[in-house]
């Protein structure tokens, strides 16, 4: 078990981590895709139940 531990100690000191920077660079982009995906879901449901609403109205 004590073997196995160090194995993975030393695999984590070969990873090279990204830099602070990296890591708010990279959580603006996800933020930012994820309201503009989250925008267009919302539109699309709005778009559907505007046109089901009109189709429901007409029976």
């Not at 030393?10 to 602070?20: A, D, I, L």
């Not at 919302?42 to 029976?59: E, H, K, P, R, V």
């Amino acid at each position: 078990m004590k073997d196995k531990i160090r194995e993975i100690v030393q695999e984590f000191k070969k990873v090279q981590w990204p830099s602070w920077d990296a890591l708010q660079n990279d959580a603006i982009v996800v933020a930012v895709a994820s309201v503009i995906i989250a925008l267009i879901i919302y539109a699309m449901d709005q778009s559907f139940n505007n046109i089901l609403g009109w189709f429901y109205s007409i029976f």
